[in-house]
């Protein structure tokens, strides 16, 4: 006997309802985008528990007919295409018939609506499928559809959804997309009886970006509007400083769908080179209009994709839209020396931290009588306050020294670093952009400033020595190797990044991050995309053991109220939104490998950075403190972290031995 059966209609039906609604989320969706449909301005959505016990969406659009009342719960059936050529014209976000049928089928339902054509409307209560009520109604115009006890016959399916907070934060995600996407309707979404988001419906896009993300993201953006070939591009784009460390709130809307477009990532990728620093990603909320027939929509069943008829034109449209509203928002200060040379330039020259002159200078380099920028150097040794600190202490904090070329290379290194950490463990995001220096816009005459600085005339004095290890610490080559001699045999030349990165990790590893916060003066509010946000919120211990001490601040945002040591006030941001990113991307890891990625992380954005001034305190316990572990050798990415030379090894060059 054969072993094939036919599944009967019930367990069909189940199946294929498994396919539209796999959790609350995706239930509400597609109630949503049912109101859109029918013309709604105005749609609420309220949930309990997640949604899995209750969920409600009224919208004020045309209602159903009284007769397609149980028409609109069979599969297939839709009011939205009827003939095979429709399929090629779509422009509502339904057309399969199969959300009211799936949805019934796995919850008990009930619909109230009416038509805005008949005088009274129905109840409607369909249990696990089967038809329970059907009566005359007293409503207004429009419908409602309450979902409770969702897979409450499906004991299987019910097992894999997570808990109410996880599923409550992902309906809260479709919603803020659905309430970007359109800013002409009003939505309002109420969680366990709170509002949580109210959006105005006034039609801009602004307006709607304020409501979901907040204030302080909506003040950081840059307007785009843009029309190529008859593709239209409008929304905001965050502006360069205000870039992030991942993806998660680039929101690209085609048609009035939210859509994940690699084609679209990749044109914003390539229109932000140059502003846009490496590994960063600014945030966007970019609404593309395409005509219907360039687009199939029939892609993906949850329709998240989108595949253009032809990329390149879309590519070109949102490049070409980035490109001109970065340039027309170019805010960027250049510091020139024309400035310096006006009087009040100098009161914005920043106060150089006290610190002690590096003498590791070998060679004198000439200063050249043209050397344009001399007046300035002569300025700043001349200007009262940074007098009191030692001469040569101001040529190398000439304001133009942040922009040195060595600076913005190891900076975008260790950004680098970091982005192929966070790319490796997001295979879905494949674009990956790399960016020389040469790319950072910088004009060439600010980059040779660095370059004719004056050098200081003076020997190496031994600076240091322990007795115990007989170091002798001699300086500091290219503001990145530390150079100490030891014993008598031997010159140490130490990566001060690798081995200071190290260092930390190896005491966050060790401590657990116990003693290594820094309390913070004005505490900081980091806003997160709803998935990030739960991830963050469930795992504030790990944060903790990172030596960062946040809370939850609630609706997406978090309160960092202290960080790890050494991490620069402005990366602290950055590093939390990376942390909660990693951790929601990467829920199976163990957590072992999860803290490893984390500490890495933190480490190396704490660490001084090559190309930074340091004190020579700062290099000289460096230097001691890898002496004395031997274990700290390699930075945490493997890398080498010193190199030593023989005193044999160079006297062999020399030819005396
Ligand atoms: P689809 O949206 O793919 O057509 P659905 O199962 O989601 O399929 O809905 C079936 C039909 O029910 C729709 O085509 C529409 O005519 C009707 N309908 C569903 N929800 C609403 C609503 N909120 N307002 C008006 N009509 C609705
Ligand atoms: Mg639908």
Redesign the pocket.
């Known amino acids: 006997m054969g072993v094939i059966n036919v599944l009967d209609k019930h367990v069909a039906e189940l199946i294929a309802a498994g396919e539209v609604v796999e959790r609350p989320a995706s239930a509400i969706k597609?109630m949503i985008e049912?109101?859109i449909?029918?013309g709604s301005s105005d749609i609420t959505v309220e949930i309990q528990n997640g949604g899995i016990t209750f969920m409600r969406v009224t919208?004020n659009?045309?209602?159903?007919m009284r007769d397609?009342v149980k028409l609109?719960f069979l599969p297939h059936?839709?009011?939205?295409i009827k003939l095979e050529n429709d399929l090629d014209r779509i422009s509502t976000l339904?057309?399969?018939?199969?959300?009211?049928?799936s949805i019934s089928s796995v919850s008990r339902l009930q619909l109230l609506t009416r038509n805005e054509n008949e005088d009274i409307g129905i109840s409607y209560e369909i249990d696990g499928g089967e038809e329970v009520s059907f009566d005359d109604a007293g409503c207004p115009v429009g419908?409602t559809i309450i979902v409770r006890d969702l897979f409450y016959n499906i004991p299987a399916r019910m097992k894999f959804l997570k808990k109410d907070r996880a599923e409550g934060n992902a309906v809260a995600n479709v919603i803020d997309k659905i309430a970007l996407s359109h800013p002409e309707i009003a939505f309002t979404f109420i969680r366990d009886g709170k509002r949580v988001l109210n959006t105005s419906g006034d039609g801009k896009i602004k307006s709607a970006i304020y409501s979901v993300y907040g204030r302080d993201f909506a003040n950081g953006l840059i307007p785009v509007n843009y029309e190529l070939n008859g593709i239209t591009v409008k929304g905001y784009i965050s502006k360069p400083v205000n870039a992030r460390p991942n993806r998660s709130m680039q929101n690209f809307f085609i048609n009035g769908r939210y859509v994940k477009s690699v084609t679209a990532m990749a044109a914003i990728e390539e229109a932000c080179k140059g502003n846009v620093m490496v590994g960063k990603f600014p945030a966007c909320v970019l609404h593309i209009s395409i005509p219907f027939e360039a687009i199939d929509v029939n892609v993906h069943p949850s329709k998240i994709e989108v595949r253009f008829i032809n990329e390149r034109p879309v590519f070109d449209a949102v490049y070409h839209a980035v490109k001109t509203s970065l340039n027309n928002n170019d805010e960027r200060k250049s510091v020139t020396f024309n400035n310096a040379r006006n009087d009040n330039a100098f009161s914005e020259i920043k106060k150089p931290k006290p610190f002690v002159t590096t003498p590791a200078v070998f060679e004198k380099k000439e200063e050249k009588k043209s050397d344009p920028f001399a007046y300035l150097n002569e300025a700043i040794k001349s200007s009262k306050p940074i007098k009191s600190f030692n001469p040569s202490v101001s040529n190398f904090n000439s304001p133009t020294d942040i922009y040195s070329k060595e600076a913005v290379r190891r900076e975008a290194d260790i950004e680098h670093k970091i982005q192929e950490n966070i790319n490796r463990t997001k295979p879905e995001d494949t674009v990956i952009v790399s960016k020389s220096k040469n790319e950072l816009n910088i004009p060439d005459e600010e980059l040779i400033v660095n370059e004719t600085k004056e050098v200081v005339e003076k020997e190496p004095e031994p600076l240091y020595a322990q007795p115990k290890n007989k170091l002798t610490f001699l300086g500091e080559a290219f503001k990145t190797y530390i150079l100490v001699e030891k014993n008598d045999k031997e010159i140490i030349i130490i990566d001060k990044h690798a081995a200071h990165e190290r260092m930390i990790y190896e005491r966050l590893k060790k401590e657990r991050g116990a003693g290594f916060t820094q309390v913070l003066l004005q505490p900081i509010t980091v806003t997160l995309n709803k998935n990030d946000y739960e991830s963050a919120i469930s795992n504030l211990d790990m944060f903790k053991e990172c030596a960062f001490d946040i809370e939850d601040f609630g609706n997406g945002s978090l309160i960092v109220r202290g960080a790890p040591q050494y991490l620069d006030i402005s990366d602290i941001e950055s590093s939390v939104i990376e942390m909660a990113g990693y951790i929601a991307q990467n829920k199976k890891d163990i957590r072992s490998e999860k803290m490893d990625w984390i500490y890495h992380n933190v480490a190396c954005r704490a660490a001084i950075k090559g190309g930074n001034i340091s004190t020579r305190e700062e290099l000289i316990d460096i230097a001691n403190k890898l002496d004395e572990d031997p274990t700290l050798r390699y930075c945490p990415h493997g890398r080498p972290v010193c190199m030593v030379l023989s005193r044999y090894e160079l006297e062999k060059q020399f030819g005396r031995v």
């Open positions: 597609e049912n109101s449909d029918a919208d659009g045309c209602g159903i397609d609109a059936a839709t009011s939205k339904g057309f399969r018939g199969e959300a009211l049928s419908t």
